[in-house]
């Protein structure tokens, strides 16, 4: 027998990229582990990658092409070989193509976060040909545009000085589910003494472990945030001289932030004006302490509201004020990504569309575009959607319209993936596709600050392919006969950083392949002398940017589009909050059919106040339907204080097709975009609920 050990990366969409080790035994990967030596990884993985193998081998792992033989949605198929897949696929994209590209749409997320299977050939490939884009901003982009407006990019505290903390706010997060590295150091900072306060409105696993939680309204953080900046102002708390040198606008800042009292505040969160006091308090305190530090981890559960991006903007604001930054274990994370300088211009080479319009389509109203016909403003009707590294039929909001794009026979829909998905069931053609074992990548991080390599440790599951081969087949098929549609993984992987940036001077493919990871050159504290890559290289507390583009160029408050003080209207008919953010044992949809993570979480949960519940006459185990305009589903309550009053908890996200009513949350969330980034709104959803007759 052979053993041998190789070094690999999580490629699944979660800040912590762990560093794997893969033992294989003639061929078959026997264990997948965290790599000990890597700083963040510390030897230890989720409970879903511990089963990565698990879901490799998987039973219903596809195995070959497939064509639909049954009704679309069906989920009814027949074996064909690769040649005919391709084919088929090839002459129905030249036919659309000679008519017009942009009929033809890629939808893709983060499936994989990889550079190389993530958005590389596939990219040069709809570039050339000249497909509608797409705004690939489903997740984190309200919260992204609001921070580079404010800091100048997703640069922010190392993850590995949290440790060294005094206080931590973890802001809108929830790190013992989706970020369990950062919670790891955030307990040693516990350990050590430090404070850990959560602001949630849900009492999650993580609230739960805090010293203090402060259950605020979904949707009212950037008011909490000029609430702490008002105490801070008026109590003077302040970092003086690093306000003078480092940050821009106070003055207006501080106009803006006299208006919003300890009182309006409070009102307006739904929380006392003693919880606002006393955070700003220990905040401006800790802050200010003999070698102190102030930490915040703000995470995206803010951010999935109208006013998502004023929310991080005005959050980000706070560690200049107190000159958090100055100690590496100060400021604020929300994402690690920007520090990457990473080559996506030559990775995914949007020069090909060689001056051609190419018009975009969101993400997250893929529901209201496949249902929308040829106009002027839109562009033609779209003919073809190839989908691939997400399951948009379970995870995109208003789902009741995804569907119905998705069951439109007039649509040629081409899907590749692991397994036979909620989307891939209405697929015309069904591609079977490599996992991070079977494929080579690399990757950055959200959460550290780690170049990653992963090596293939096993060969291609049956017939399944790489998404970068799949896109150089077609692109042959297609007539596309430049060099650059040829280039392999490794050759792509080498070209996925910056070299001549300092920050990756070091970078070298084939020495990263060997070791699996290398730090990016960061100093310990990256704006204890300011230096911020904004316009003006300050904290910009004031921005012409922002003014620019049409917003307000200081931190505001922009109530969420559904709640009973924002539109009384619509909460007459349904007065309850509905949030669905993920659950522990899931990773979006993913891993959602591992039978082991799913028994864990068991079936689909609504968590509702006793208060609500009682008033509703719903008991603890009944079956719940949650409801309002735009659709239903149904979930088994759990009576609990762990909502609040006035909100209901739906964990997510479910398959469709594993659960009893082939429904889930996103049934009833909608298609609205927020403030900036044009993201979406998962977490703004009135809802009522009753209780479901079985
Ligand atoms: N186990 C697991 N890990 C994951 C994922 C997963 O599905 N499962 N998903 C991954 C992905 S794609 C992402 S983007 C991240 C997401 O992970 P996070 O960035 O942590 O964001 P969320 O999980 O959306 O929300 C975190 C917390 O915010 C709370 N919240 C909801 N609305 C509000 C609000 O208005 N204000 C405040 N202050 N809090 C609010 C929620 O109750 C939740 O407890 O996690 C990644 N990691
Ligand atoms: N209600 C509600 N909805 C949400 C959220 C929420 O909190 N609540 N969260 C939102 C967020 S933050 C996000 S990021 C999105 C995530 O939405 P998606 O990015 O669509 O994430 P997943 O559901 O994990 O689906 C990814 C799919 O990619 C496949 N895949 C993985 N690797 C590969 C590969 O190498 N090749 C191919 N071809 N396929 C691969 C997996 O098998 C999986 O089915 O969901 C959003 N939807
Ligand atoms: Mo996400």
């Not at 939680?213 to 102002?233: R, Y």
């Not at 703000?298 to 000159?323: D, E, S, T």
């Not at 990473?342 to 529901?367: C, E, F, V, Y």
């Not at 992963?454 to 799949?470: D, L, R, S």
Request: aromatic share 8%; glycine share 8%; hydrophobic share 40%.
């Amino acid at each position: 027998m052979t053993t041998t050990q190789v070094r690999a990366t999580c490629p699944h969409d979660c800040p912590d990229t762990c560093a794997l080790l893969i033992t294989v035994e003639d061929g078959v990967a026997t264990e997948v582990k965290g790599d000990p030596d890597h700083p963040t990884t510390a030897g230890v993985l989720c409970t879903k990658v511990a089963r990565y193998a698990e879901r490799t081998y998987h039973e219903e792992r596809l195995l070959h092409p497939m064509k639909r033989v049954g009704k679309k949605g069906e989920g009814k198929f027949a074996r064909i070989s690769w040649d005919e897949a391709l084919d088929t696929i090839s002459a129905r994209l030249k036919d659309i193509a000679a008519r017009d590209p942009q009929a033809i749409l890629p939808y893709s997320y983060c499936g994989t976060m990889g550079l190389v299977q993530g958005e590389s050939m596939s990219l040069r490939f709809f570039h050339q040909l000249g497909a509608s884009l797409l705004d690939r901003t489903i997740c984190a982009s309200a919260g992204a545009t609001g921070y580079k407006y404010t800091i100048g990019g997703s640069i922010g505290t190392d993850m590995e000085q949290f440790q060294d903390a005094r206080l931590i706010i973890i802001w809108g997060g929830n790190p013992i589910a989706s970020n369990l590295h950062f919670w790891t150091r955030a307990q040693e900072a516990k350990r050590r003494g430090a404070r850990l306060i959560a602001i949630d409105p849900y009492r999650s696993l993580t609230a739960e472990k805090c010293h203090q939680h402060i259950a605020l309204l979904p949707g009212t953080d950037s008011a909490l945030a000029l609430g702490m900046m008002h105490v801070l102002i008026r109590d003077d708390l302040l970092d003086h001289d690093y306000i003078a040198r480092h940050t821009l606008g106070f003055a207006q800042l501080k106009d803006r932030a006299a208006e919003w009292t300890p009182e309006r505040t409070a009102t307006t969160c739904g929380i006392s004006a003693g919880e606002v006091v006393n955070l700003a308090r220990e905040y401006g305190a800790a802050a200010a302490s003999s070698g102190g530090a102030a930490a915040i981890r703000v995470n995206y559960g803010v951010q999935r509201v109208r006013g998502g991006g004023m929310a991080v903007r005005a959050i980000a604001c706070l560690p200049a004020l107190v000159g958090a930054w100055r100690h590496p274990a100060g400021g604020i994370q929300l994402s690690s990504s920007g520090t990457f300088p990473t080559n996506k211009p030559k990775l995914q080479r949007p020069d090909l569309l060689n001056g051609r319009r190419a018009r975009t389509i969101n993400m997250t109203t893929i529901g209201d575009d496949l249902l929308k016909d040829s106009s002027p403003e839109f562009g033609p009707k779209v003919e073809a959607v190839i989908v691939y590294n997400a399951n948009p039929v379970a995870i995109a909001p208003d789902s009741g319209k995804v569907m119905r794009g998705f069951e439109r026979e007039d649509l040629f829909t081409v899907v590749m993936e692991h397994f036979q998905t909620d989307t891939a069931d209405y697929a015309d053609i069904l591609l079977p596709a490599t996992t991070q074992l079977e494929h080579v990548d690399t990757h950055t991080s959200y959460g550290h600050l780690y170049m990653m390599a992963n090596n293939a440790a096993i060969a291609p599951m049956g017939e399944a392919k790489a998404n970068t081969e799949v896109f150089r087949l077609l692109a042959a098929r297609m007539g596309f006969n430049a060099p650059i549609f040829r280039e392999t993984d490794d050759e792509l992987a080498a070209q996925a950083f910056d070299k001549t940036h300092p920050r990756a001077v070091h970078f070298d493919w084939e020495s990263l392949k060997r070791t699996g990871w290398q730090k990016l050159n960061m100093p310990a504290a990256p704006f204890a002398e300011g230096g911020f890559p904004t316009p003006s290289g300050k904290c910009e507390f004031y921005s012409d940017t922002m003014l620019a583009d049409g917003l307000d160029p200081l931190p505001a408050y922009i109530a969420p589009y559904e709640s009973i003080a924002s539109n009384p209207q619509l909460a007459a008919k349904y007065p309850l909050a509905m949030i669905s953010p993920p659950a522990r044992n899931f990773l979006n949809s993913t891993f959602v059919n591992v039978k082991s993570l799913r028994s864990a979480e068991g079936e689909p949960h609504l968590d509702i106040h006793p208060h609500d519940a009682a008033a509703r006459g719903i008991a603890h185990g009944d079956m719940a339907r949650i409801f309002n305009d735009r659709g239903t589903f149904v979930a088994r309550a759990r009576v609990t204080d762990k909502a609040r009053q006035g909100l209901v908890v739906g964990l997510s996200v479910w398959w469709k097709k594993l659960v009893t009513d082939g429904k889930n949350a996103n049934e009833v969330t909608s298609q609205r975009l927020t403030d900036m980034g044009r993201a979406p709104t998962f977490y703004d959803t009135l809802v009522e609920v009753q209780k479901h007759a079985a």
